[in-house]
């Protein structure tokens, strides 16, 4: 069985969106006060991108996905993460991207009774719009952070140890926020590396119950000016 739910945007749908409207808020704020900042006699490190160019990256890593479900029981598990993101440079402290990320495929078996243990398998991937605000530490260093919405697209599948053969498959899309961050080391003008997190949370409907979906990665990132 598919359960497809259209996305509408309810009370929980609305918190999430003024969690948004706020961390956009302070990404901007807290760029213009660094570009306050920035006068002849107070010399900024080096800008991770050059102002108005565009920047592309690669990730890897690995993605926990946790499912929250009603009865109280909790499904997680682990898989490999990868993606990719371009960005442009609107100056040295504020960015606007657009990526997408494979958050890739995990599975759990939980008890669920004395009797019955349920296998999941979970998986989904997002396509992420957002800003990037960078904050430079010293020379060739840097700290990112990220916020956006995600349209994301939800897979499960759960079986029971009772009727393996007959399991249960649903799918589910939206849209929530994601927020992240970074550390960035900068060798040269043209190339970067770095440690990245984000996180995501997704709500939705399968078998006529709301769930919340979490994921949290962890990736290596790779990226270079274009």
């Known amino acids: 069985m598919c359960i497809v739910r259209p996305y509408r945007i309810d009370t929980k749908k609305?918190?999430?969106?003024?969690?948004?409207?706020?961390?956009f808020s302070v990404l901007v704020l807290w760029s213009s006060a660094s570009m306050a900042q920035d006068t002849p006699n107070n010399q900024p490190s080096p800008p991770l991108l050059d102002q108005d160019k565009m920047y592309a990256e690669f990730f890897v890593g690995r993605a926990e996905q946790e499912l929250e479900d009603p009865t109280g029981v909790t499904f997680s598990g682990d898989g490999l993460l990868f993606g990719l993101r371009s960005g442009y440079s609107f100056n040295r402290y504020l960015a606007a991207e657009l990526g997408f990320s494979m958050h890739g495929k995990s599975e759990s078996d939980v008890p669920v009774s004395a009797s019955e243990t349920v296998t999941s398998t979970m998986s989904s991937s997002s396509f992420d719009a957002g800003f990037k605000a960078t904050l430079p530490l010293f020379d060739s260093f840097f700290i990112n952070a990220r916020a956006g919405m995600a349209a994301w697209q939800y897979d499960i599948e759960l079986t029971s140890s009772l009727t393996p053969d007959t399991p249960y498959e649903g799918e589910d899309s939206g849209y929530d926020p994601y927020f992240g961050g970074s550390v960035v080391y900068q060798p040269n003008?043209?190339?970067?590396?770095?440690?990245?997190?984000?996180?995501?949370?997704?709500?939705?409907?399968?078998?006529?119950?709301?769930?919340?979906?979490?994921?949290?990665?962890?990736?290596?990132?790779?990226?270079?000016?274009?």
């Open 14 to 23: 609305r918190v999430n969106l003024l969690k948004f409207i706020y961390a």
């Open 189 to 226: 003008d043209s190339f970067y590396l770095g440690l990245e997190y984000t996180a995501y949370e997704f709500d939705f409907r399968i078998q006529g119950a709301e769930r919340t979906q979490r994921v949290e990665a962890m990736a290596l990132m790779i990226g270079t000016a274009l």
